[in-house]
């Protein structure tokens, strides 16, 4: 098993930028495939990034350009980079990971094991 925790959450101006970290506890983080998600109020919980094992990234279209989602040399952290932020950003993040995910299961919060406590994003305008 594997526990997660997200840091670098804040309140920041539209155009601005946020690093969001997601780092693991347990288990061999570099084997597990990792996700960003995000849940604003009244909306769904929807896929935001995601990175493969092998090191292969995912975007949702609207962040693609603005967000950039990595791993640490050590693989115990994984990232999301947000430039460019948008009001519409404005939602509680949460990361997600799972060892043995097929690529098409990637963009869905219900496939993965593990997840994290969230951390919330504020965008204003």
């Not at 980079?81 to 869905?108: F, G, K, N, P």
Request: include cysteine.
């Amino acid at each position: 098993q594997v526990q997660l925790g997200e840091s670098g959450g804040g309140l920041v101006q539209a155009g601005g930028s946020l690093r969001l970290s997601c780092t693991a506890s347990g288990g061999t983080f570099s084997t597990y495939d990792v996700g960003w998600f995000r849940q604003a109020p009244g909306k769904e919980r929807e896929f935001v990034a995601a990175i493969r094992r092998n090191g292969y990234t995912f975007y949702k279209d609207s962040v693609k350009g603005r967000f950039t989602i990595s791993r640490d040399s050590a693989k115990t952290t994984v990232y999301l980079q947000m430039d460019s932020l948008r009001t519409e950003d404005t939602a509680v993040y949460y990361c997600a990971a799972d060892q043995h995910l097929i690529q098409s299961s990637l963009r869905t919060w219900s496939q993965y094991d593990y997840w994290g406590q969230g951390t919330q994003v504020t965008v204003s305008s």
